[in-house]
């Protein structure tokens, strides 16, 4: 009998090294490249964020600005990819959609299996720009209005939230979308990051390793819970009915969306700021029904759940900022991918420069010792 111990959900293994991302979960802090995630937030962009992740410095002006006119030019996807996705069906899952078009895409590239790293960056750098067309061309065959083409004298927050509405948002606006990106570009070996990672790792292609991190992202348990977080407050529906709602939830132990996380065992400090702008824009507009709820239920899950070391994650309080940018809940994950686009991408660019196949293993606990029994004798 084996004592191999199990790492159930791969809960504390280190597989590799990165230079991206730290992360001290007791402590509540996170940083990219050593700077803190508020001050990234505060002064930086996403562009900025994105070169710096891919390219483990902060640029200089000049790089910055290279790098900006790298993502305005590429914004531009295949006729073709736009066609396609106007024949999905109207019911379509958004990151379903927006999977099948990455998917797409790839065998649209003559060169999607270059497998050198200035052939794997370009493909990542135009994807990062390319999700935002993507994603907003989505939206708006859903909505059943034709896709906006994406314009070169507006940064990618802003160009972002012109082809997904049609008119270009205020600098507050878009500024507001900026540091939503900047706060879920990265975030270490998440499980869409793992997920990536263990696609690249056989050496497969990029598009196949970005494909298959979206279909990673999507899940509830992950980028999933901004949606359902909006889901939940739209069952309970006022701050009357929380302390029901949720007093029931923890009754029955089921959980609470957007709480609770693999890593932080104290609060997640991009929910800290994303409390903050929340807070911001609720007190201008008059406070909005979601951020009242979502202060109770924080109430509530500080109160009966930190004894646990739940608290809230990033999902709790970005979909009433999203939603106070005039955006659907349906695509609350898909722009959770277009930050996290950057991450993927920088996080497979490093893997691959020293790779390794992925190959965990199981422990067998099956039957030993048997034999083929002929299907008429079973
Ligand atoms: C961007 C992101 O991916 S952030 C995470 C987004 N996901 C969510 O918000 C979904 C809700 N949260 C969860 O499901 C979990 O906290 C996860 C998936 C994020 C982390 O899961 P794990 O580290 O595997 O923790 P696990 O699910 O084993 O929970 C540990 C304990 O905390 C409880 N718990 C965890 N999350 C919650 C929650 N949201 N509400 C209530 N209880 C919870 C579990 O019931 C379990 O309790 P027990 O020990 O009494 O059985
Ligand atoms: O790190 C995780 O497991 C999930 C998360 O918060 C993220 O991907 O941003």
Do not use: C
């Not at 907003?136 to 065959?141: C, E, G, K, L, Q």
């Not at 940064?155 to 008119?167: D, E, S, T, W």
């Not at 069952?235 to 132990?253: F, M, N, Q």
């Not at 239920?297 to 900022?321: C, Q, R, T």
């Amino acid at each position: 009998m084996t004592t191999t111990p199990i790492a159930r959900g791969l809960e504390g293994v280190v597989f590799t090294e990165s230079k991206l991302t730290f992360i001290d979960g007791e402590k509540g802090i996170l940083t990219h490249l050593g700077i803190p995630i508020q001050e990234w937030a505060e002064s930086s962009s996403f562009e900025e964020l994105s070169y710096a992740l891919l390219h483990g410095r902060l640029p200089n002006a000049k790089e910055l600005d290279h790098f900006d006119h790298d993502l305005r030019q590429h914004r531009y996807v295949p006729q073709e990819l736009i066609e396609n996705i106007k024949l999905y069906p109207r019911r379509m899952n958004p990151m379903q959609a927006l999977r099948t078009a990455v998917s797409h895409l790839g065998m649209l590239d003559p060169h999607s299996e270059d497998d050198t790293h200035e052939g794997r960056y370009r493909i990542g750098v135009h994807l990062i720009a390319q999700f935002a067309t993507i994603i907003a061309a989505i939206a708006r065959v859903k909505e059943g209005k034709e896709p906006v083409a994406p314009r070169k004298d507006l940064g990618h927050a802003a160009n972002f939230l012109y082809m997904l509405k049609g008119h270009v948002p205020t600098e507050e606006e878009a500024r507001l979308f900026d540091m939503a990106l900047i706060l879920h570009a990265d975030h270490s070996m998440n499980a869409s990051t793992f997920t990536a990672i263990a696609t690249i790792s056989t050496l497969s292609d990029m598009y196949s390793a970005i494909t298959s991190a979206v279909g990673s992202l999507k899940g509830p348990l992950h980028g999933g819970a901004n949606e359902a977080v909006m889901d939940m407050l739209d069952d309970i529906g006022s701050l009357s009915h929380v302390d029901d709602y949720i007093g029931g939830k923890l009754e029955r132990k089921e959980k609470i969306m957007g709480v609770g996380h693999r890593v932080y065992k104290y609060f997640d400090p991009r929910s800290r700021v994303l409390r903050d702008y929340a807070a911001l824009v609720a007190e201008k507009q008059g406070k909005s029904n979601y951020y009242q709820m979502l202060e109770r239920i924080e109430g509530i899950v500080l109160e009966k759940l930190s004894a646990k070391k739940l608290y809230p994650n990033v999902d709790f309080y970005s979909g009433v900022v999203y939603s106070d940018l005039g955006i659907k809940k349906e695509f609350f994950t898909p722009i959770f991918a277009l930050a996290r686009i950057s991450g993927w991408v920088a996080s497979v660019l490093e893997y691959v420069e020293h790779n390794r196949l992925l190959r965990p293993n199981a422990l067998y606990t099956g039957p030993v010792d048997q034999h083929y029994v002929e299907i008429e004798k079973r």
